[in-house]
């Protein structure tokens, strides 16, 4: 039982992180109809910048500068790039975003090179929070928690109670409605875009002493994020963060408990060819739930594609 | 342009293939033939066989992007489950099965296919950023799996066979790389024609309506989704041929031929080219190639340039390479192609100039940053200097500084010559 909580609280640590992008990559996805390939590489920006950041000044810095650095990147990129690429369509803008993510992968490795960078959590938050029966807590991903939760509340505040938020809504439906009201609808578009890399280079900063700074990290969170936001119904703002909860907790579910496919197929009656490695079943036997919990967000999304093509939440097949 | 309308009494006279309709074909045929004797090492022989391999995914790669307006991030999932297949057939002729080598493509071909039934049956409902996404999910799926099935992918060090097995094919038991070659071409051949041919075919044109309005499609009484299945499949048939011939080249396939990052050089390669036109993958492979060969010959941060060429044509030419020859077939229609040679000419030099020390300026960087302890001394064009001190930085970036200011200053010069040539009239001189 006790390990059952640990779990629930690490999903949710993976769960929220997960949301914290799939959040900035929603709002600028209903918004421009585009979806940011590259949002997973303002992620990993903002974890280097936090790391060069804190090998001068510590870690607290990092957390207010660099999402402020990722967001007027992203800004600059939308207004410099996304824009001039915006009148050929939807296909070429995925292409362009795509195109950037490698570019900022290469770039990385050009300044910090191919290795993990020792980007570490700040040592006052280096203590166990809790214990639940010998398993402890780490203090720093209580941390990230009310970070993440934090930051939902903050958006969840400006989007439905101020005037920006009003402003924003209605751009999101409206966007010549808006433009005819006297607003600059551009302008809308840059800063949304700009708070959303933000919110991703935030959630880089936070989660790059946990889960590593290095290269590979923009790739390797980029498709799980894609996934779950497919999942959820592109556009969805509850479907992101209900889908990236679920994906947080069964990740963190198959990776901590260790049902055997053997043990399965045993009990139901069948016994196990010896030896295994001439069997043509062979890999049905050592299958392993740890074994295969990468894979099962994308399990998960092809299953909610056959039979709810619009998403969780998705209103409509767009 | 001007073609005459064909009436109903002259239609039936024409004959079945144009002679300048096979023309290119019978042209391409012979420099396959004769490309061994020019570039006879064993190298060049490499290179050209990847080549083939890179031309015959990115064309099946632009059946979907640049014919049905499907952008996809998954497709080294058909080459590379066609190639497995092909590499344990393989290993079966080696056991004893029958099976000529040279029809092995096609049962790569059919995997792939198969595989795209199955996939396509529920990835082609939507185009656009759905498919796209879908496309990346299944891609980042079968690449997941390929550590989990072992007996299929081989786990992480993949699968390998032999290739000189099987019966040999009048005398040939393809164990040198120019049989090889030989095979690869005219599988090169076979499978162009055959895609080129499917483009023209009642489907192919139905699979451009589609893209281009699935609306306007569907009122016609076409559905959009079938469409796009079928333009989905024949795409797999055809990257699984590209993945049987990576297997009788490599001889070995793993994780590495399924994953993103294989669907997304595929993507660079073919927009590189150029989507627009049947020449531009061809185009883009060639061209893809011989940059990744030669520029990773001399510089570790060759991906680095390939990224900002990239990003660069998306930006400023979304028709390719192939889109940017296309631009030039008005002045040549109009007979001012003349026209264009001297500013081109004159952009030629600073532009050169810029490449290069903006290269220059990256490559001292990265020598700065990365080199080893102490490691100083740095080797550009031939010139042997300190990386660490000032005055190299300085002058290049003096040098990208003027070129730049050189490039901007004839910019409207050639922008004036360049509106003269793609105009009716005018000044004639």
């Not at chain 1, 609808?185 to 949304?192: A, D, H, K, L, T």
């Not at chain 2, 990115?58 to 590499?87: E, K, P, R, T």
């Not at chain 2, 076979?190 to 483009?199: D, H």
């Not at chain 2, 185009?283 to 940059?291: D, M, N, P």
């Amino acid at each position: 039982m006790s390990l059952f909580i640990v779990n629930i609280l690490d999903g949710l640590v993976t769960g929220l992180l997960l949301f914290m992008l799939c959040s900035g990559l929603t709002l600028i996805f209903s918004m421009m109809g585009v979806l940011n390939f590259a949002h997973a590489s303002f992620y990993m920006l903002g974890a280097y910048f936090a790391y060069q950041i804190s090998l001068f000044s510590g870690f607290w810095l990092g957390l207010i500068v660099a999402p402020i650095a990722v967001g007027v990147i992203g800004a600059l990129i939308e207004r410099y790039g996304l824009r001039r690429v915006h009148k050929y369509g939807h296909v070429p803008e995925l292409i362009f975003t795509f195109g950037l993510a490698l570019l900022i992968e290469e770039a990385v490795q050009f300044f910090w090179g191919k290795s993990q960078q020792a980007y570490e959590a700040p040592e006052a938050l280096d203590f166990a929070a809790f214990q639940i029966a010998g398993n402890t807590f780490p203090a720093y991903k209580l941390f990230m928690i009310f970070v993440a939760m934090g930051l939902f509340l903050v958006l969840l505040y400006i989007l439905t109670k101020t005037r920006v938020g009003m402003t924003i809504q209605a751009a999101l439906s409206y966007p010549e409605t808006v433009q005819n009201l006297g607003h600059n609808v551009p302008m809308v578009f840059m800063g949304v875009f700009g708070v959303g890399t933000a919110m991703a280079g935030l959630a880089g900063v936070i989660a790059g002493p946990v889960l590593g700074t290095f290269p590979g990290m923009a790739f390797l969170l980029g498709s799980i994020v894609f996934v779950t936001i497919v999942i959820g119904g592109l556009g969805s703002l509850w479907g992101a963060l209900i889908a990236s909860l679920l994906i947080g907790w069964i990740q963190t579910f198959a990776a901590t408990y260790n049902v055997r496919m053997e043990d399965i197929l045993t009990s139901l009656g069948f016994t196990k060819p010896e030896p295994i490695w001439d069997s043509a079943w062979q890999d049905l036997w050592t299958l392993t739930l740890p074994q295969i919990g990468p894979i099962l967000p994308y399990l998960l999304m092809v299953i909610v594609l056959v039979v709810r093509p619009q998403g969780l939440f998705g209103k409509r097949e767009t | 342009m001007s073609t005459p309308a064909t009436t109903p009494l002259t239609a039936g006279t024409r004959r079945l293939i144009p002679l300048n309709h096979a023309l290119p074909w019978i042209i391409a045929a012979v420099c396959l033939f004769i490309l061994p004797y020019v570039f006879d090492s064993r190298s060049a022989l490499t290179i050209m066989n990847q080549m083939a391999i890179t031309i015959v995914f990115a064309l099946s790669y632009n059946m979907l992007l640049g014919q049905g307006g499907m952008l996809s991030f998954g497709h080294a999932v058909y080459m590379g489950l066609g190639g497995f297949f092909c590499m344990h057939l393989l290993n079966w002729v080696e056991a004893g099965l029958w099976l000529p080598l040279p029809l092995l493509p096609v049962f790569g071909g059919l995997f792939g296919l198969f595989f795209a039934f199955l996939i396509g049956s529920f990835s082609t409902r939507r185009a656009g950023t759905v498919f796209a996404m879908i496309s990346l999910g299944v891609g980042e799926l079968v690449a997941a799996c390929s550590v989990i099935i072992v007996i299929f992918f081989g786990g992480e060090e993949g699968i390998s066979g032999d290739r000189t097995m099987g019966p040999e094919v009048l005398g040939w038991d393809f164990g040198p790389q120019e049989q090889v070659y030989y095979l690869t071409a005219l599988w090169l051949l076979i499978a162009a024609l055959g895609m080129f041919l499917y483009s023209r075919t009642p489907i192919g044109r139905v699979a451009n309506a589609v893209r281009d309005n699935e609306e306007r499609a569907e009122f016609l009484g076409y559905s959009q989704r079938h469409v796009r299945w079928m333009s989905f499949m024949a795409s797999g048939f055809f990257a699984g041929i590209a993945g049987a011939l990576f297997a009788i080249n490599f001889e070995i396939l793993t994780e590495e031929n399924l994953n993103l990052t294989t669907s997304g050089s595929i993507l660079l390669v073919t927009f590189l080219g150029g989507v627009g036109f049947f020449v531009g993958p061809i185009i883009g492979a060639i061209v893809f190639t011989l940059l990744q060969t030669v520029l990773s010959l001399y510089t570790e941060i060759w991906a680095l340039y390939l990224g900002i060429l990239f990003v660069a044509t998306v930006m400023f030419f979304p028709g390719g390479l192939a889109g940017l020859l296309a631009m030039h077939v008005l002045p040549w229609k109009l007979g001012k192609i003349g026209h264009l040679v001297v500013p081109y000419a004159k952009m030629l030099i600073p532009a050169l100039a810029f490449v290069l020390s903006a290269a220059a300026v990256l490559e001292i960087l990265f020598h700065k940053r990365h080199a080893g302890l102490g490691d100083h001394e740095m080797n550009l064009y031939g010139i042997t200097f300190d990386s660490h001190g000032a005055m190299p930085l300085i002058t290049v970036l003096a040098i990208a500084a003027v070129s730049l200011f050189a490039i901007v200053k004839l910019a409207p010069g050639l922008k004036a010559a360049w509106d003269d040539a793609t105009h009716m009239g005018g000044h004639h001189g």
